[in-house]
């Protein structure tokens, strides 16, 4: 049974294939689907292709893989042409959170992709509903916020534009239990549920480390152990990167007001170049 026999997307496109954007081809590629990612340059390419592959692999290794690795790897293709989008079902742009490329992929989106497809965003932040506007069609347009790292997350949170058609949401919603995945639905705002919550817990753990109330090391403990987080406020900020959270700050900031003002500490440690586990220091030693 092929997954059109099914519902469920028998092609998918990926616009931008790195950690999120691998992760979420991988999902697809389990699922059955034809898996096209397109990427910004030749080498942008490859690298995605690979890190799909090494997820297709990883896979097997666990013994989570019911075909072999060649099966899933040659349903996926990686390209940097906009071509390839307009047979495709469903489409997730998953560039970096930057306002304006994710305007201009998804400008070059709308006029690529068929116009009965399902467009999405894995946004951790952004309008659902304006970035909507960018494909014309905002009925067809909804978010898809997939969770880092997306193989073992369990949760995808589907955002609804205001203007989502609600038969879109329904086919979401059971594309994503497909993939073995929880799905909740959240109104369009900004930061959504989880962006939102997780930033607001993540501020306040800095501050209080500037405050000196405690060290990094003993808040997300008091966290983990005394709240059951299975990881603390800041050992989450330095997972997530440094960068990125200062930019959902003041974009929080900006749409909901001064409770998202980013604090200096912040500010610093991504001036100096300390941005998590990434650079290898962030509020920990990585
Ligand atoms: N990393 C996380 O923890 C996380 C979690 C949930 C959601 N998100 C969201 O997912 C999105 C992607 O984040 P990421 O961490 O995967 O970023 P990333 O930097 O790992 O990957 C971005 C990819 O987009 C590609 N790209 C850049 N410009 C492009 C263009 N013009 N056309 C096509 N591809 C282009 C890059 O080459 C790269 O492969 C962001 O919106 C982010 O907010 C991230």
């Known amino acids: 049974m092929t997954p059109a026999d099914t519902g469920l997307p028998a092609l998918v496109g990926v616009i931008g294939g790195g950690r999120m954007g691998a992760g979420i081809a991988h999902a697809f590629l389990g699922l059955g689907s034809v898996v096209r990612i397109v990427d910004a340059d030749d080498a942008a390419t490859a690298a995605a292709h690979r890190r799909v592959r090494d997820l297709v692999q990883s896979s097997a290794d666990r013994g989570a893989l019911e075909s072999p690795v060649e099966e899933l790897t040659a349903r996926l293709d990686s390209t940097t042409s906009y071509d390839g989008l307009a047979e495709c ?86 594309w994503v239990e497909a993939l ?55 050992r989450l900020t330095d997972i997530v990167g440094l960068d990125v959270r200062l930019g959902v700050a003041d974009y929080l900031t900006e749409q909901l007001g001064e409770r998202f003002r980013p604090p200096q500490l912040l500010r610093d440690k991504v001036a100096a170049g300390e941005l998590g586990r990434k650079t290898g220091n962030g509020f920990h030693d990585w």
């Open 180 to 234: 073995g995945k929880a799905a909740v639905t959240v109104a369009d705002s900004p930061g959504f549920a989880t962006s939102r919550l997780g930033l607001a817990l993540g501020l306040e753990a800095i501050r209080m480390v500037e405050e000196g109330v405690a060290p990094a090391q003993d808040i997300d403990t008091a966290m983990e152990l005394g709240y059951k987080h299975p990881v603390g406020p800041l």
């Open 89 to 174: 079902d469903l489409v997730v742009e998953a560039v970096p959170e930057d306002l304006e490329l994710k305007h201009r992929v998804l400008d070059r989106l709308g006029r690529s992709a068929r116009p009965d497809a399902v467009l999405a965003s894995n946004t951790s932040s952004f309008s659902i509903t304006a970035l909507g506007e960018r494909v014309g069609g905002r009925h067809r347009f909804l978010g898809l916020h997939f969770f880092n790292p997306v193989p073992s997350s369990d949760l995808v949170e589907v955002v609804v534009g205001r203007e989502t058609d609600p038969g879109i949401v329904e086919l979401a919603q059971t």
